[in-house]
C-alpha cells in the first residue's frame, strides 16, 4: 500500500491546530505584536532592585515566553506533518529567530537578580507580592553559589564552544567516519552493516547472522580505540574543569545540581540494582533455556523467545484496551484521555513527508498534541498509551498551575508516560488466556527491564567509575575503559552468560557517554513508574488520588519533594524494589509457562 500524500490523509485522523491559531493569518497577526511587545523587557534593566519591578519583568517574561512558545508549537507541529512544505520550514525558521531575540532581551533579568546581595535576595523571597515567583528566587539563590565573577563568567562563555568538541568530534567518527563491513544474511546474500540495521540483525532468528553482525560492530570500533578513548577522555576532563571552577566538589554532584537531586539518589539506583542482580542472573538462565542453546552468548541478548507472534491491532482496537488498562486511575482520568481521543489531539498515521517516531508536545494554554506513525501492532499500542501519559500529566499540570510552575523537569518526564505503560501492560496479562500471546507478552515487558534499568544502571554505574578514575589522577586508556567496561558485563549478566570479549568496545559507540550522569533517569522514571502502577493496583483510590496530585504538580517543587509527596522516595531503595518486585513476578510467571 503506498504511503498517502498529506491531503490525502482523513481530517478525523489528524491533529486540529485550529485550537492553537485559527489560520497563518493569526499566527502572522500574534507573530507582529510579539515582536513589537519585547521591547519593553529593556525599560527594567538595571533597576531589579524592588518588588514591583521584579515582579512587572517576572509578568512580562512569562507572557513573552507563552506567546512565542504557542507560534514556536504551531509552526513545528505544521512542519512535522510534512517537512517537505516550504511554507512551514519557514515559518519554523521565523519562530526560531525570534525565539532567540526574545531570550536576549531577557538575559539581563537572572544575573541582575544574582548580583544583589544575599539578605536582599532572601527578602524577596519572602515577600508575600512576590510569592508566585518564590520557587523561582529560591532557585536563583541555589545557584548563586556556582556563579563566578563577571569577567569569569564572560570567560566561561566563550570556552562553550570548545566544551562541545568531544561530542562533536564523536559524532562525526561515529555517524561519518565509521564504515563498517558487509556481512552475510541467513541466506549467505552479503549485506549491508549500519547503525540502523545492526539491531535487526541482533533480533535475528538466525544465530549465526547474530554473530556476524555483532563480531563485525565491535572489530569496527576496536580499530578506533585509541581516538574514541581520547575523545571520551577528553569530555571527561572536560567535565572535570567546570566543577572545579564553578566550586562542585565532584562531576557526579555538578551534574545532579541542576534537578536538585542529591548523590544518594544515583549510589542508591547503582547499590539497590547489584542486590537485584540475582534477578537478572535468573532471566539470562531462563533466556538460554527458552532459546535452546548450550551457551548463552552477548549476541543472544535480542533474539526472539517466542516464534514471531502475529497480533494485529487496529488504532481503534488500541484506544479502547489503553481505555480498559487505564480504568484503575479512575473517570476523571479517563474522561481526559477519551478528549485527547475523540477531539483530535493525535496525528495518527504516517504521511509522505512526515516526521517519524512519536511524541507529545504542545503549549500551555490550549490542550497537548501528540505525533505517531501508527501501525497495527503491539509497540504502537504501547508507543500511543506513553504519549498519552505524556500529554495528560501536561494536561493535568497545565489546568492547575501558573504557567511557570507548569514544566516538569526530565528527571520526571518518562514517569507518567510509562506508568500507563504498566497498567496496559497489567491489564494485558490478566486478560490473555493464549499461553504464546501471554509469553510475548512477558517478554516484551522484561526485556524493558532488562534495557531500561539493568543496562542503563550499568551505564550510569561505568561513567561513575571512570570519572572517579580520572579525579583521582588516573588516565583512562583505551584498556582501561575495556577493562571496566567487560568487568561490568560479567558481573551483570551473570554465570549463565558467555559474556564475549568483543562487548569490552561497547563503551566507544555509547552517544549518551557525551551527556554526562543522563541515563540514570531512565532507570528511576522506569522504577519510579512502576512503583506507581504496583501502588494503584495495590491500594486503589488513595494510590491514585496521591498519582494525581503528582500529574498536577507541574515543575513546582523539586522534583524529588513531587515525587515523595505522591508515595515514591527515589532517595530511598524502596521504589527500585517495587519494580524490582514487579520484575521478579514476570519471571515466575515466564518460568510457569516454559515449564
Known sequence: MSTLKRSEVK??????????????????????????????????????????????????????????????????????????????????????????????????????????????????????????????????????????????????????????????????????????????????????????????????????????AFKAVYATYAKQKNTIAATLSANVNKNMFYSKVR????????????????????????????????????????????????????????????????????YEEAKGMIEEGLKPLGENYLKVLRDGFNKRWIDVYENEGKRTGAYSWGAYGTHPYVLLNHKNNLNSMFTLAHEMGHALHSYFSDENLKYRDAQYTIFLAEVASTTNEA?????????????????????????????????????????????????????????????????????????DMVVDQDIEMEWARIPHFYTSFYVYKYATGFSAATSFSKQILEEGTPAVDRYLGFLKSGGSDFSINILKKAGVDMSSPEPIREAMSVFEELLDQMEQLSK
Open 11 to 212: 481530517q478525523e485522523n489528524t491533529w486540529k491546530l485550529e485550537d492553537l491559531f485559527e489560520n497563518q493569518q493569526a499566527w502572522d497577526q500574534s507573530y507582529n505584536e510579539l515582536k513589537k511587545a519585547y521591547s519593553d523587557a529593556s525599560k527594567y534593566e538595571g533597576k531589579l532592585n524592588n518588588a514591583g519591578n521584579l515582579k512587572a519583568v517576572f509578568e512580562l517574561e512569562d507572557e513573552l515566553s507563552l506567546q512565542i512558545e504557542r507560534l514556536y508549537v504551531y509552526a513545528h507541529l505544521h512542519h512535522d506533518e510534512d517537512t517537505t512544505n516550504p511554507t512551514y520550514q519557514a515559518l519554523v525558521e521565523k519562530a526560531k529567530k525570534l525565539s532567540v531575540e526574545i531570550s536576549e532581551a531577557l538575559s539581563f533579568i537572572t544575573p541582575e537578580i544574582l548580583s544583589l546581595p544575599e539578605n536582599e535576595l532572601d527578602a524577596f523571597i519572602q515577600n508575600p507580592e512576590l510569592a508566585d515567583y518564590k520557587f523561582t528566587l529560591e532557585e536563583i539563590k541555589r545557584e548563586k553559589a556556582h556563579i563566578l565573577t563577571k569577567t569569569e563568567e564572560a570567560l566561561l562563555a566563550q570556552v562553550g564552544n570548545l566544551s562541545q568538541a568531544p561530542q562533536s568530534i564523536f559524532g562525526m567518527i561515529n555517524n561519518a567516519d565509521l564504515k563498517f563491513p558487509k556481512i552475510k544474511d541467513e541466506n549467505g546474500k552479503e549485506v549491508e552493516l549500519t547503525h540502523g540495521s545492526y539491531i535487526q540483525f541482533l533480533e535475528s532468528p538466525h544465530r549465526e547472522v547474530r554473530e556476524r
Open 247 to 314: 566550586k562542585y566538589p565532584s562531576v557526579l554532584e555538578m551534574s545532579l545540581y541542576g534537578d536538585n537531586i542529591s548523590k544518594e539518589v544515583y549510589t542508591n539506583l547503582i547499590d539497590t540494582i547489584h542486590e537485584s542482580l540475582p534477578l537478572m542472573h535468573r532471566y539470562m538462565k531462563l533466556r538460554k533455556k527458552l532459546l535452546g542453546v548450550d551457551e548463552l552468548h552477548m549476541y543472544d541478548l535480542f533474539a526472539p523467545l517466542v516464534e514471531e507472534y502475529k497480533w494485529d491491532i487496529t
Open 423 to 495: 497498567l496496559l501492560m497489567d491489564y494485558l496479562l490478566k486478560k490473555s488466556t493464549d499461553p504464546k500471546q501471554k509469553m510475548y507478552l512477558l517478554t516484551y515487558y522484561a526485556d524493558q527491564f532488562r534495557t531500561t534499568i539493568f543496562r542503563q544502571t550499568m551505564f550510569a554505574e561505568f561513567e561513575k567509575l571512570i570519572h572517579e578514575r580520572a579525579e583521582s589522577g588516573e588516565s583512562l586508556t583505551p584498556q582501561a575503559l575495556s577493562s571496566i567496561y567487560y568487568d561490568l558485563n560479567v558481573k551483570y549478566y551473570g554465570s
